[in-house]
């Protein structure tokens, strides 16, 4: 029997099942270019299957410790195969070996607190015998999982994203009907074999690969679908929740975050955390650093240090240790990028370092003399690029930073206490991270945003209160 890694055709992950289909969609090596393997694409046929066979599935439920059974044992899978699993995102991603172990890493934590999160999942009480005349009764809340969740993530962190979604489904009862990205669903489809390993039941978890928007539309105008839980850009999510109708809907989307660089913190050490989280992932990360506010009196000496920071990055195979930065997603991808940047030197931008692309790789770019009409600064540029500048006041360094149509998170480096609080009540985002940048995340925390960048918080806590209905239940005595 060949070995994942052997496989060249994957079909599509149904009631525990493969099933081949007819079209396929190619998979590339996103530094090679080469197609590396093909896919099944669904049909509308096979989404009305898989969401059957969820549905028949969510009505056999299994003890909130059988569940944290299997996602414990899943997450034991994934640290076993650490290294094939981090091999899959070099090729699928194209995201550097170093990184994509920390992603497997980071997984199979996610597993394990949806799994210790799912034997938590309660209601409350509640004194209703303090309303007169309501003496005799007795009341309590319960949470009920809401049932079959659809599930559709990105294509920058395929495995952790998807744990982020599956492991709280799984953990508080429901069932997934999930849709990888088309650039990146081979990882999911190898996560789904190990959950069956570690005794999922079938039609728990269905994974469709194909065309997002093909499967999409399908899923939602399927009304057996109880929940939309998607990751991704903030024109699909807006898409997802004009037509999901009354149905919930979590969205982590798009973000252009922001960091505060103020005169009396260690300037060196500010300027390496920013090019450390400006790059990574070849800057195709939701919080990834776009907009650095630095203050004036050190605006100069930040610059110097951050390129030289950033002329130290090793770019180029994802397969070597070495390498800090790998290609994009696509040559498309580091094209558009492209564009951008020779737009904004066009309007007056200057390239500190970088600008140079080859085919998918896009060397990490530093920007200065940036303003907040050029379209790197206020829209998402989802690449390695980061735009510089300079603020006077601590007012003038808030109101720069809200000034965006995301708010997903932002960072602050200060040793103000006073001017870290205050940035922390004012600006408007989902977290605030005071003396880092805003790509801090641990899997454990409240993570979601606000306006453009979503509605909902992940980590598997707080997605678990998402993919639940919390009931009322009040016993006249
Ligand atoms: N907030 C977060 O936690 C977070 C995390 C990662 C990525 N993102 C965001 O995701 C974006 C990059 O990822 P991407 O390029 O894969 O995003 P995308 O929106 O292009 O695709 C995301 C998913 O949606 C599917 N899709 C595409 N069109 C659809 C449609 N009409 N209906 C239903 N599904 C559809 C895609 O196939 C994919 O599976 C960036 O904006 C980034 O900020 C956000
Ligand atoms: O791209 C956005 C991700 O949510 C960031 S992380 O990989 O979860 O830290």
Not at 82 to 95: D, I, R, S
Not at 307 to 329: H, N, R
Not at 397 to 408: E, F, M, T
């Amino acid at each position: 029997m060949q070995t994942f890694e052997q496989q060249k055709e994957f079909g599509l992950f149904i009631n525990n099942q493969t099933k081949m289909t007819e079209q396929k969609i190619n998979i590339l090596d996103k530094y090679s270019l080469q197609p590396i393997a093909q896919v099944a694409r669904a049909g509308k046929e096979d989404v009305e299957e898989a969401v059957r066979g969820a549905q028949e599935a969510f009505k056999t439920p299994l003890s909130p410790y059988e569940r944290y059974q299997i996602l414990q044992k899943a997450a034991a899978k994934l640290r076993e195969q650490q290294e094939g699993f981090a091999n899959l995102l070099v090729k699928e991603v194209g995201k550097p070996i170093n990184e994509s172990m920390g992603e497997v890493f980071r997984s199979a934590l996610t597993l394990e607190i949806a799994a210790e999160e799912g034997k938590r999942v309660a209601g409350e009480g509640v004194p209703i015998e303090a309303a007169p005349g309501s003496e005799n009764r007795r009341a309590y809340t319960v949470r009920k999982p809401v049932g079959v969740i659809a599930a559709i993530t990105p294509f920058n962190v395929p495995l952790n994203l998807v744990c982020h979604k599956i492991g709280p489904a799984l953990a508080s009862g429901n069932s997934v009907v999930l849709k990888p990205s088309d650039a990146t669903p081979l990882v999911a489809l190898k996560l789904a074999e190990i959950l069956k390993e570690a005794g999922l039941p079938t039609g728990k978890l269905q994974v469709l690969t194909g065309h997002g928007a093909e499967i999409g539309n399908w899923l939602l105008e399927n009304n057996k679908v109880n929940m939309f839980t998607f990751t991704g850009s903030t024109s699909v999510g807006k898409y997802i929740k004009e037509h999901a109708g009354l149905r919930k809907v979590a969205l982590e989307l798009g973000n252009n975050s922001a960091t505060i660089v103020h005169h009396d913190t260690d300037v060196q050490a500010a300027a390496k955390a920013v090019a450390l989280k400006s790059f990574n992932n070849a800057g195709q990360v939701c919080i990834s650093v776009q907009r650095v506010f630095v203050h004036r009196s050190v605006h100069d000496e930040f610059v110097q240090h951050l390129k030289k920071a950033t002329e130290s990055i090793q770019v180029g195979d994802p397969g070597k240790e070495t390498t800090d930065v790998g290609p994009m997603i696509s040559e498309d991808a580091a094209q558009r990028v492209e564009d951008w940047v020779a737009e904004a030197v066009h309007e007056g931008a200057k390239i500190q370092v970088g600008g140079q692309r080859k085919e998918a790789v896009f060397y990490p770019t530093v920007l200065t003399n940036v303003t907040e009409t050029m379209r790197v600064s206020y829209d998402e540029i989802f690449g390695p690029v980061v735009c510089v500048e300079a603020y006077t006041g601590t007012e003038e360094s808030i109101q720069k930073v809200n000034n965006s149509d995301y708010g997903l998170q932002a960072g602050i480096f200060t040793n103000d206490l006073n001017f870290a609080l205050q940035a922390a009540e004012e600006i408007e985002v989902g977290g605030v991270i005071i003396n880092d940048t805003p790509g801090y995340r641990v899997d454990h925390m409240p993570y979601g945003g606000v306006k453009n960048s979503g509605t909902g918080k992940e980590g598997p806590k707080y997605a678990i209160e998402e993919m639940t209905e919390e009931k009322l239940i009040v016993w006249n005595r």
